[in-house]
């Protein structure tokens, strides 16, 4: 199992943008995993983000991002990220990082072998 990390988080206005980053532990086996974002506001369920495939050559968002997140990783700094532009205060909420090991189960929706802590996301308007 790969360790998972993320950092980036913080106060932004409406509008404005943000860029997470998830680092993960370990060196060779990160370039196996699929990897992705999902997110939780207070009291509700975590929702699907983004993900990316294990070579970085197909990604899936959902809908209520789509155009304005951007995915992407760097598989020689073990390295997701999650570019976040336009942001609009119902994308505050935690957000979490997760990868799949082969053989894998799901996609995109992550079936989550390893998560990070999450980081926290808070759009003022």
């Known amino acids: 199992q790969v360790t998972l990390v993320e950092s980036g988080g913080g106060l932004v206005q409406a509008g404005g943008s943000l860029r997470l980053s998830c680092a993960a532990s370990?060196?060779?086996?990160?370039?196996?995993?699929?990897m992705g974002w999902f997110r939780q506001a207070p009291g509700k369920e975590r929702l699907f983000i983004a993900a990316?495939?294990?070579?970085?050559?197909?990604?899936a968002y959902a809908d209520s991002v789509k155009g304005r997140f951007t995915i992407s990783r760097d598989n020689v700094k073990n390295t997701v990220y999650l570019q976040m532009n336009s942001l609009k205060p119902e994308d505050t909420a935690v957000y979490y990082c997760?990868?799949?090991?082969?053989?894998?189960?799901?996609?995109?929706?992550?079936?989550?072998?390893?998560w990070g802590q999450g980081t926290q996301v808070t759009v003022s308007s």
């Open positions: 997760a990868g799949d090991r082969p053989p894998y189960k799901t996609w995109p929706h992550l079936s989550g072998d390893s």
């Open positions: 990316i495939n294990y070579d970085g050559t197909n990604t």
């Open positions: 370990s060196g060779p086996r990160f370039s196996t995993y699929n």
